[in-house]
């Protein structure tokens, strides 16, 4: 009798811990089941005028950036929002993200409804949904990085700089497969060192003039550096 109490007793308590592995746990430890996330959503508490009008904001500038250029399809051109201006080809995706920016830096908000507020933040609307200690934390450094190469290839382009050396770095008598060998080579090496962003910024015009330059399909030269870049 001991015997099979004790084999009862062993195959039950494997069973619950083979169960107890088998259920989802969070890092607190406790067992996740649906009540906790219910818990958790109920925590959140309603939406408040903070977060509706963000959420506002950010659909319209996703709008704007999408309807913000003429789209033609086969029976029909939708105009974009920018043509009712008369210098509309001066407004680009900045323009929309800078308008945004500024109406986060004048709408008034209550500091106890913004993340990381203290408990003892006062409910009157004293700040704005967005300030410079708050706006001064993003990573400039990158956003220069990326800006820069922005220009720079822009600069490549519009000063004919990509057409000639495109033109020359095709080399008679050297075959394409080596020619497209070596300049993914050389971009593979070059990304080590600098931004994949400003490099492809770069170089994808100029593998476009490479292929020009060879009468061959773009693609051609420019797939590979593309991925040489990345």
């Known amino acids: 009798v001991r015997v099979d109490l004790a084999g009862e007793l062993h195959e039950s308590t ?17 067992v996740a089941d649906k009540d906790i996330f219910i818990h958790k959503y109920q925590e959140l508490g309603r939406w408040t005028f903070e977060q509706v009008y963000v959420s506002v904001l950010f659909a319209a500038l996703a709008l704007l950036w999408i309807f913000r250029r003429d789209m033609s399809f086969s029976s029909f051109t939708l105009k974009g929002w920018t043509s009712i201006f008369e210098e509309g080809k001066m407004i680009s995706d900045a323009t ?8 986060l830096f004048i709408t008034p908000a209550k500091p106890c409804n913004l993340p990381g507020a203290p408990e003892d933040a006062t409910s009157k609307r ?5 300030d410079w200690e708050t706006a001064k934390k993003l990573p400039f450094d990158i956003v220069f990085l990326f800006g820069g190469g922005f220009a720079l290839a822009k600069g490549f382009v519009a ?4 057409t000639w050396l495109g033109e020359r770095l095709v080399v008679d008598g050297v ?16 990304t080590c060192l600098t931004s994949n962003t400003a490099t492809s910024n770069i170089m994808i015009p100029i593998a476009a003039e490479m292929a020009n330059a060879a009468q061959v399909s773009p693609y051609t030269i420019m797939i590979p550096v593309t991925l040489a870049c990345s």
């Not at 929309?96 to 109406?103: D, E, P, Q, T």
């Open 96 to 103: 929309v993200g800078m308008l945004i920016a500024v109406i």
């Open 14 to 30: 494997n069973t619950s811990s083979e169960e107890m592995d088998s259920t989802p746990t969070t890092d607190e430890g406790a």
């Open 159 to 162: 000063s004919g700089l990509s």
């Open 126 to 130: 004293t700040t704005t949904m967005l």
């Open 175 to 190: 075959s394409l497969p080596v020619q497209v060998f070596l300049i993914t080579f050389v971009i593979e090496w070059v």
